[in-house]
T-cell receptor
Framework: KNQVEQSPQSLIILEGKNCTLQ??????????LRWYKQDTGRGPVSLTI?????NTKSNGRYTATLDADTKQSSLHITASQLSDSASYIC?????????????FGAGTRLAVHP | GAGVSQSPSNKVTEKGKDVELRCDPI?????LYWYRQSLGQGLEFLIY????????KSGLPSDRFSAERTGGSVSTLTIQRTQQEDSAVYLC?????????????FGPGTRLTVT
């Protein structure tokens, strides 16, 4: 079964601290992996996208890693800010049936406190 | 430019009533997707439209759910005889093409509450 599992389910950190979110997947065939940020009441917004051959991708204070052998990804947030409080969703794409089918994780809810 | 828009932003309805949710994709985007996000759950694929091709309805949970896309642009998701388990946020996304490298852009969602 195609699944994406994320951990932890929720996380509280202090402003300025770093954190790492985890994603394990069992999706096949694999096309790419994205991390999305979803603010409360808003739609998800893409942070990074990685294909099979990419091990790491950065977007400002966000750095994503991908190990396609173990089917694991992580999102590292450096020097967290209050505005980082959101849900972070790991999404694995499989190109199936002629289109881009996304398999979503349940997300990690991050709260950054002052 | 304008992103994906959805209306209404919130909808409260009584059990058994029909509801219609609207999605305006980004102009020029040929692919349109509907998803459902229940509390504490990941997004669940519902239906996919691409141009004039027959839609992929494989994610629709029951025959009470249907969707149309008129003129290759605006889409309407209809839920008939709503049930309490239909309560969720319904998200629409569009992309320039269905190809795997093309980004899906999400709307803000419609929060549906069935009482």
């Amino acid at each position: 079964k195609n699944q994406v599992e994320q951990s932890p389910q929720s996380l509280i950190i202090l402003e300025g601290k770093n954190c790492t979110l985890q994603c394990n997947y069992t999706v096949s065939p694999f096309s790419n992996l994205r991390w999305y940020k979803q603010d409360t009441g808003r739609g998800p917004v893409s942070l990074t996208i990685m294909t099979f051959s990419e091990n790491t991708k950065s977007n400002g204070r966000y750095t994503a890693t991908l190990d396609a052998d173990t089917k694991q990804s992580s999102l590292h947030i450096t020097a967290s800010q209050l505005s980082d409080s959101a849900s972070y969703i790991c999404v694995v794409t499989m190109f199936s049936g002629g289109y881009n089918k996304l398999i979503f994780g349940a997300g990690t809810r991050l709260a950054v406190h002052p | 430019g304008a992103g994906v828009s959805q209306s209404p932003s919130n909808k409260v309805t009584e059990k058994g009533k029909d509801v219609e949710l609207r999605c305006d994709p980004i102009s020029g985007h040929t692919a349109l997707y509907w998803y459902r996000q229940s509390l504490g759950q990941g997004l669940e694929f519902l239906i996919y439209f691409q141009g004039n091709s027959a839609p992929d309805k494989s994610g629709l949970p029951s025959d009470r759910f249907s969707a149309e896309r008129t003129g290759g642009s605006v889409s309407t998701l209809t839920i008939q005889r709503t049930q309490q388990e239909d309560s969720a946020v319904y998200l629409c996304a569009s992309s320039l093409s269905p190809g795997f490298s093309y980004e899906q852009y999400f709307g803000p969602g419609t929060r549906l509450t069935v009482t």
